[in-house]
């Protein structure tokens, strides 16, 4: 009996991350074709898919209310993922998805690929990062990694000028 509800549960939890990353993706694949679609159709299909995020957040509140409790956990790490999705802390779907992973790792890895962007525009007209490494550094803090003093201190130096979740 016991192992056909942790079943049950992992089949539920499998159900429920799928879900999570079926609507990252299409925040993803909205801010990639961005420059194709006209500015009301943009805002439309991003309002629909903030929609849905705010009723799965919806459906996890109800599910852990009265829920599992092996899945509290599950369930409230998805619940930050979608907070931070419709709340815009995080901008950048993939930034979205890999915080939803707990993928520190990932996110470092990013962080340093725009670091050499910035390098190689800033060379040619000046550009700035900022508000993506605002992003991945927030990302990061809330995973609870382990930050540098430098990227503290951007932080710092950065609140609320760019990750309203901050």
């Known amino acids: 009996m016991a192992s056909r509800g942790q079943t049950e549960t992992s089949k539920l939890k499998q159900s429920l991350e799928e879900q ?9 694949d909205l801010e990639e074709c961005r ?3 006209d500015q009301e159709e943009y805002d439309e299909t991003k309002s629909e898919t903030l929609d849905q995020l705010r009723e799965f957040n919806q459906s996890l509140e109800n599910d852990t ?6 899945l509290v ?11 931070a999705a419709i709340s815009d ?28 962007r910035r390098q190689d525009r800033q060379a040619e007209r000046g550009a700035t990062c900022a508000p993506q490494k ?10 609870k990694a382990s930050l540098l003093p430098e990227e503290e201190l ?4 950065h ?3 760019g990750a309203p979740g901050l």
Do not use: C, H, W, Y
């Open 134 to 143: 605002l992003e991945i550094l927030t990302a990061l803090k809330k995973l």
């Open 35 to 37: 420059a194709e679609l």
């Open 89 to 116: 802390a995080f901008r950048t779907p993939e930034v979205i998805r890999m915080f939803a992973k707990k993928q520190p790792d990932q996110l470092r890895e990013r962080l340093a690929q725009l670091r050499a």
């Open 73 to 83: 956990d599950e369930l409230n790490n998805m619940q930050l993922t979608i907070q």
């Open 154 to 157: 951007f932080l710092e130096t």
């Open 20 to 28: 999570l990353e079926r609507l990252m993706a299409q925040l993803s």
């Open 159 to 161: 609140a609320g000028k």
């Open 65 to 70: 209310a009265r829920g599992d409790m092996t």
